[in-house]
């Protein structure tokens, strides 16, 4: 079942009275809704608020609502519309001072920017590290994190012993932390590298 058909019978489900459809739509898609909030006003608690008179409303309009495909995309729209409604009210108004509530993505956006190049500078580290291994460590490395390959199909295909590949893994790891001077490097942070050099 495709999702826009999965959202076209829970919205219908829900347009009909439904309880569990209600239920499902609030679990799904309230962190979305309260997020998008937040890039219009810091205030939590009018957020929480809009949310609830728009589910409020929703309810109440039951099988007058209009059909929809995609569900999230019919609640952020509504809410923009409540968020603009309520752009007088005392709640939002030391927030919203301009003729339509700001949206910001300013300070996420330069966290993010941020992360990406603490996280590149990671993942260079990583590489550079992992490249003064041993080819055969190398391809340790590659074929269990990064294929997910289980100890003994490694063991496999280098014709040696299960304990053989552990060691020589846990040696490249230990490696790794040393030329790294950190204990933090994990499977995640090898993998991202990886995932990124190939």
């Not at 993942?123 to 003994?152: A, C, D, G, M």
């Amino acid at each position: 079942m495709s999702d826009a058909l999965k959202n076209r019978i829970i919205w219908n489900n829900f347009r009909e009275g439904s309880k569990e459809a209600l239920e499902i739509i609030y679990e799904e898609n309230y962190s979305s809704l309260f997020y998008y909030g937040l890039k219009f006003t810091q205030n939590r608690d009018a957020i929480k608020d809009v949310i609830q008179e728009l589910f409020v409303e929703l309810i109440n309009s039951g099988s007058k609502l209009s059909s929809t495909d995609n569900i999230r995309f019919y609640l952020l729209k509504a809410l923009r519309n409540k968020l603009m409604r309520h752009k007088q009210d005392a709640r939002f108004s030391n927030r919203m001072v301009l003729d339509e509530p700001e949206f910001s993505l300013s300070e996420s956006v330069e966290s993010q920017m941020i992360q990406r190049e603490v996280e590149e500078e990671k993942r260079v580290k990583v590489l550079n590290s992992i490249n003064k291994l041993s080819q055969k460590q190398q391809e340790i490395i590659y074929l269990r994190f990064y294929n997910n390959l289980p100890y003994h199909e490694i063991a496999d295909l280098f014709e040696v012993k299960i304990q053989t590949v552990r060691n020589l893994l846990n040696r490249a790891m230990n490696s790794v932390r040393q030329d790294l001077e950190e204990g933090k490097i994990n499977k995640g942070l090898i993998l991202f590298a990886l995932r990124l050099s190939v």
